[in-house]
């Protein structure tokens, strides 16, 4: 047998059966890559509809509150009117005054 012949024989008896085990490995880590990008690909979706979920429920909530702040400050102006047309009733300056000219008439 010459060089040559001894090599490929070499060759064939011990790298190939190594390079065959080295694809079968890598192919079954190529399958569970695949497996788990599927399983992530899912859970990512999950948590995409969750946000939206939630991102529906926080625009209904606000939507809420601006008609509660509108109908409180409505609400605020009616109040604020009824002090403006009662305020004068109470005549406070009127009153303090009366009451620091009784001081200076008894001091």
Do not use: C, W
């Amino acid at each position: 047998m010459g060089v040559i012949e001894e090599t490929r024989q070499i060759v064939q008896d011990f790298l190939a059966p190594e390079l065959r085990e080295i694809r079968a490995v890598l192919f079954s880590i190529d399958k569970r890559l695949d497996s788990m990008e599927e399983v992530n690909r899912a859970r990512y979706e999950s948590i995409v509809q969750r946000i939206e979920t939630m991102d529906k429920r926080l625009d209904s909530q606000d939507k809420r509150l601006e008609f509660h702040e509108e109908a409180i400050r409505a609400r605020f102006d009616i109040v604020v009117q009824r002090l403006e047309t009662v305020q004068p009733s109470f005549a406070f300056d009127k009153r303090t005054s009366s009451l620091e000219d009784d001081k200076r008439r008894s001091a």
